[in-house]
């Protein structure tokens, strides 16, 4: 396998620039329809949009504009760039893979694609296309095999598969066969076929699976920092022991002044219950 080269370089002496071109745009296209459609099939703007009125209407205190830019930049950088939510070292580890190899690829594939001969002879964007390509693939199979497949915590065998897993799977596939693909030199053998499938499957796919999940995130984290930093709490009761009503809320007296996260030591317990 030759990385100063995609295999899209050879593809292109038999499909031309132009026909690739409209393949990327439809895909764009189905991602943006299919975004739309699943959010008007599960309600999610409504849903944002009522709990947010609700959630101003329960606000403690008011959010100056500079209190808002910081708290969109700490979105930004915590839980989009750093993947912050993750507590987990694998699952993040896998999850930032994925991210940054998904978007990489995309990238480089738009760039060569759209930049035609001048940018699909470039080396460095080659070899970057097969950098994305193997950390989406990396991230997607470490996934899978040991935070998906966990027999051992979850008991979730390897063949049970859902519709919720549609998009690993997709992930999984367009990555592993664009490797294959230029292993093999490239062309429009078995391994095209299955790349193309596997891209169709991934953007077209996107009201059987997670796709659309990933805009929604940032928008969800930045809603839950701007709740909490109102006081609004998500509409909910603010947990905290210097309240005296939720220190009511125990009738043993040793838990009366125990700190909130009393338990979590449990996450120190390695899974093993099946």
């Known amino acids: 396998m030759d990385i100063t080269q995609t295999p899209i370089t050879n593809l292109a002496k038999t499909i031309p620039y132009e026909t690739m071109q409209i393949f990327v745009i439809v895909m764009v296209a189905l991602v943006i329809v299919m975004t739309i ?129 549609m998009f690993s799977i997709s992930l999984i596939a367009t990555s592993s066969f664009a490797l294959i693909w230029s292993f ?32 929604f995130k940032p928008f969800a984290a930045y809603d839950k920092r701007i709740t909490e930093a109102d006081g609004s709490a998500e509409n909910l009761p603010l947990l905290t022991r210097d309240d005296p009503e939720q220190q009511k809320r125990h009738s043993m007296e040793l838990l009366i002044d125990a700190p909130m996260n009393m338990g979590l030591g449990i996450k120190r317990e390695k899974p093993n219950h099946y």
């Open 37 to 165: 459609i699943d959010m008007v099939h599960k309600k999610s703007a409504k849903f944002f949009y009522e709990n947010a009125a609700k959630a101003k209407a329960n606000a403690t205190k008011k959010l100056s504009v500079g209190d808002k830019a910081g708290i969109a930049v700490s979105t930004v950088v915590e839980d989009v760039v750093l993947s912050g939510e993750f507590c987990n070292f694998k699952r993040r580890f896998a999850h930032l893979l994925t991210m940054y190899g998904f978007i990489i690829f995309n990238i480089m594939t738009a760039i060569i694609v759209f930049g035609e001969a001048k940018t699909a002879t470039n080396s460095l964007y080659a070899q970057l296309w097969h950098l994305g390509a193997l950390m989406l693939a990396v991230g997607g199979w470490w996934f899978w095999l040991f935070i998906r497949v966990d027999v051992v915590a979850e008991g979730n065998k390897w063949y049970n598969i859902s519709s919720m897993d």
């Open 184 to 215: 093999v030199g490239g062309g429009t053998g078995i391994t095209f076929v299955l790349f193309v499938l596997s891209a169709v499957s991934l953007f077209g796919g996107i009201l059987w699976s997670k796709f659309a999940h990933m805009f």
